[in-house]
């Protein structure tokens, strides 16, 4: 029992869990659940089989994979879903589901004290992943027993819970003799950045501590940070139920008793098993007494006062108070992996500890250290991180650089500037990106310098912070990389010279939007239609036949931009593109435009197979204003899309087609309100005595709207009369 868990405890556990679902549900569901269960605790079974025994690399990649969770429920895996390159209804499909399996704890649990590494990993792994009830007891229970690489990695796995009820486990095992499992514990911990209020720890000890006391978990571990002003109240009995009197039919008395019999017999199992949790519930209570002093000691050792409430301003004082205090472990690792949680809590109470940790004698103490300060927002953190630029190992160095770029405070640019020197080539590319988050005119010189680097990651770096930069000192040095033979620079070259309007750009787009990569050439004519240059007429009239869509979607845009007639019939032809978004594109700007010789290609797409593709034909030929295009358009009043025939009645609207009075009145009865509405509108327009005759025999009963327009309509023929 010292390494594993029984099995008896554990599926004594699951069945009290399932015992109030199998009544509710009936014996149907039972059966069913019933065969899922075994399913369950095979696959588990099967999973921890395969893994045994594995060379070590591959073990760590099954647990980094394990991380994921790829949701495929039961109605996905029956269509045939599932998890990218797994078998479907295997194990490895099974173990990157969602992982709500209680059936496959007792498997699991027993795995934790399997003799193989990688099968007391993957258990671990996926105990914290079904971020069950059940599976908190068990890893509370692991993290205090058993060898050190047992705890650690069941501490390590009380943090994927992400449960309040885990803290405390968590908090004791930064105490544990083993560096490991405090390192694990201090990584855990960074996990809680929401504040965990006392009333919710207390609702959940409540409602779980019977099923902590069947795994056997000692609520002095589960519990030490209660400290609970009065004891808890008693729960009160339960009320008795009221006689149901009820009346059967004649038909309906077969089988009554039987069933009267079933009932009864499930309501004496209920009432026992009610009996066993008020039991247990009092034993925890009398723990739970026994745990203030020890939750007393605790807040004393972390120095957290007494004033302060679990539902302060600060998130979680005493996780902060206790990773606080493991910044003086003596362990360099459990030191590193408490500055790191620190920084993910977001408390700016550790700043000034933070700012201490960064002299430790350890390198990845001081740069997690320094990454945490960045984190944290707190621009008293700028000079002590100022100071460590300098130091000795690299990793503090590109610690602190990205830290003084969250941090944004300009007094950083000189120093960090110098780091674009740096021997380091993730220094480097950190520098950059960090002036770039600086946007100080000042650095576009030496980022310019960058652009040249032997690095191509420096070198994507600096263009993306010249870009943020700007100023007219940037844009030579973008110029230069759009030439660079790596395809992400020029990428990154593109785009921040994409945003820019200065005139040394367009000779410099021009030439890229012939470039090789389908990304370049789309920041190019991107930047020419931005940059409005109507000499780039002939490079956007080439795109729009581009090979890559989104090319040809950014030559459109562009082509509205320019605002030149010319832009006809390049957009003309791009009402023919295989993609509907090009065509839309394509038929918005022609609209806009009110280009006349694309008329005929218009209404032939009245009939396109994308609706929005329609419907944006339908707008231009509205927006054209030709009137040979009505009868298209009033088509178009029979769309199986309301977009389309409302799009259809206002364009109708603009063209006052005294022809399209009869389908517009049909429109009259269209089931959509706002079609309705749109109709009413256009034969108002109209205005000829066809047109009012059809207003006239409308009843608009109670849509206001439409009355509204039938009335003023009507009232102007009044009045002419």
């Not at 729960?235 to 149901?244: E, I, T």
């Not at 000779?507 to 050439?521: K, L």
Request: charged share 25%; glycine share 6%.
């Amino acid at each position: 029992m010292r390494r594993t868990i029984g099995r008896w405890a554990m599926a004594a556990a699951v069945a009290y869990l399932g015992a109030g679902t199998l009544f509710a549900q009936g014996p149907g569901a039972a059966l069913g659940r019933g065969r899922d269960e075994r399913q369950n605790a095979a696959s588990a079974e099967a999973l921890l089989s395969a893994v045994r025994g594995v060379p070590e690399p591959v073990c760590q990649l099954v647990t980094v994979a394990l991380r994921n969770t790829y949701s495929v429920g039961t109605g996905s895996l029956a269509l045939g879903y599932r998890a990218e390159g797994t078998t479907a209804g295997g194990p490895a499909e099974w173990a990157l589901g969602s992982m709500r399996a209680p059936e496959a704890i007792p498997v699991l649990a027993e795995g934790l004290g399997d003799p193989d590494e990688c099968v007391r990993a993957v258990s671990a792994r996926l105990l914290g992943k079904t971020r069950l009830d059940s599976s908190r007891a068990v890893l509370t229970r692991a993290a205090t027993r058993g060898d050190a690489d047992v705890r650690a990695l069941a501490t390590a796995a009380l943090g994927q819970l992400h449960d309040s009820l885990a803290v405390a486990p968590l908090l004791a095992a930064l105490r544990d003799e083993a560096a490991s499992v405090r390192e694990a514990a201090a990584d855990a911990l960074g996990a809680y950045r929401g504040t965990i209020s006392r009333a919710m720890i207390e609702s959940a000890v409540s409602a779980e501590a019977p099923l902590a006391f069947t795994y056997g978990v000692a609520t002095s571990v589960a519990e030490p940070m209660l400290s609970l002003a009065a004891p808890l109240p008693p729960l009160p009995p339960l009320a008795p139920s009221p006689p149901v009197v009820v009346a059967p039919a004649p038909k309906a008395l077969a089988g009554l008793g039987a069933a009267i019999a079933g009932i009864e017999e499930q309501m004496a199992l209920s009432r026992e098993q009610t009996a066993r949790m008020r039991e247990q519930t009092e034993r925890i209570r009398e723990e739970a007494r026994a745990a203030r002093d020890e939750a007393e000691r605790i807040r004393d050792e972390y120095s957290v006062f007494a004033s302060t409430s679990w539902s302060s301003a600060n998130d979680n004082p005493l996780i902060v108070a206790a990773l606080t205090t493991s910044l003086r472990d003596r362990e360099a690792p459990v030191r590193a992996a408490s500055a790191r949680s620190l920084g993910s809590l977001g408390d700016t109470t550790a700043v000034p500890a933070l700012v201490t940790a960064l002299r430790d004698g350890d390198f990845t103490v001081r740069g997690s250290a320094a990454r945490s300060l960045g984190m944290l927002g707190r621009r008293s953190a700028v000079a002590p991180l100022l100071d460590v630029l300098d130091d000795d190992s690299w990793p503090v160095r590109w610690a602190a650089a990205g830290a003084l770029g969250t941090l944004r405070d300009r007094s950083a640019t000189r120093p960090v500037t110098r780091l674009l020197r740096d021997e380091e080539m993730q220094v480097r590319r950190t520098a950059a990106t960090a002036l770039g988050q600086l946007r100080d005119s000042t650095a576009a010189d030496a980022l310019g310098g960058s652009v040249n680097d032997r690095a191509p990651e420096v070198r994507r770096a600096a263009a993306r912070a010249l870009g943020a930069i700007g100023g007219e000192r940037s844009i030579e040095p973008l110029v230069t990389a759009l030439d660079d033979e790596d395809r992400d620079v020029r990428r990154s070259a593109a785009s921040a010279l994409a945003r820019s309007s200065d005139s040394r750009v367009v000779a410099a787009m021009r030439r890229a939007a012939r470039d090789e990569d389908a990304d370049v050439r789309r920041y190019a004519v991107r930047a020419l239609g931005r940059l409005r240059d109507t000499l780039s007429l002939t490079v956007l009239s080439r795109a729009v036949r581009d090979r890559d869509r989104t090319v040809r979607l950014a030559a459109v845009q562009s082509l509205t931009e320019l605002r030149d007639r010319r832009a006809g019939e390049p957009l003309t032809e791009a009402l023919e593109d295989p993609e509907a978004r090009v065509r839309s594109a394509a038929a918005a700007a022609l609209g806009r435009l009110q280009y006349e010789g694309a008329v005929d290609a218009l209404s032939s797409l009245v009939a396109d197979p994308s609706a929005s593709v329609r419907r944006a034909a339908v707008v231009a030929l509205g927006q054209i204003g030709n009137a040979g295009a009505a009868r298209s358009v009033a088509s178009a009043l029979r769309d199986d899309s309301s977009s389309v025939r409302l799009a259809a009645a206002a364009a109708l609207a603009e063209l006052r087609d005294s022809a399209s009075v009869p389908q517009l009145a049909r429109a009259l009865g269209d089931t959509v309100q706002s079609v309705r509405r749109a109709a009413a509108r256009a034969l108002a327009s109209i205005r000829n005595e066809a047109a009012l005759e059809a207003l006239g025999r409308v009843d608009p009963g109670d849509d206001e709207a439409l009355r509204s327009i039938i009335d003023r309509a009507l009232s102007r023929r009044r009045f002419r009369i």
